[in-house]
Nanobody
């Protein structure tokens, strides 16, 4: 069974950058699509970005496209989310998730394992 642990969150000012990391243990995630989701207070969890198992395909929510970059290192069993030009509306708890298959999906039901989340707060 795969366990996921996120790190890298914090408090930053608008315009700053953060890099989130997700470390997997228990089993390799190289065959799994991986995703990042976020949830702000009072709002539903929403899709942010996803990457295929091979790392050759990515998908982004319109709200982060051009500012965020998802990547993976299958040798290290990790996935990262580089977040640039952060905005106050990016404030949320960010979750890493492993998909059931190697393809990309935006739906929460497509992910079978979730991390505990890391808080990102962007001040104006």
């Amino acid at each position: 069974q795969v366990q996921l642990v996120e790190s890298g969150g914090g408090l930053v000012q608008a315009g700053a950058s953060l890099r989130l990391s997700c470390a997997a243990s228990g089993r390799t995630i190289s065959s799994k699509g991986m995703g990042w989701f976020r949830q702000a207070p009072g709002r539903e969890r929403e899709f942010v970005a996803a990457i295929t198992g091979s790392g050759t395909g990515t998908d982004y929510a319109d709200s982060v496209k051009g500012r965020f970059t998802i990547s993976r290192d299958n040798a290290k069993n990790t996935v990262s989310l580089q977040m640039n030009s952060l905005k106050p509306e990016d404030t949320a708890v960010y979750y890493c998730a492993a998909a059931m298959f190697g393809s990309i999906t935006r739906t929460i039901r497509g992910y079978f394992t979730w991390g505990q989340g890391t808080q990102v707060t962007v001040s104006s």
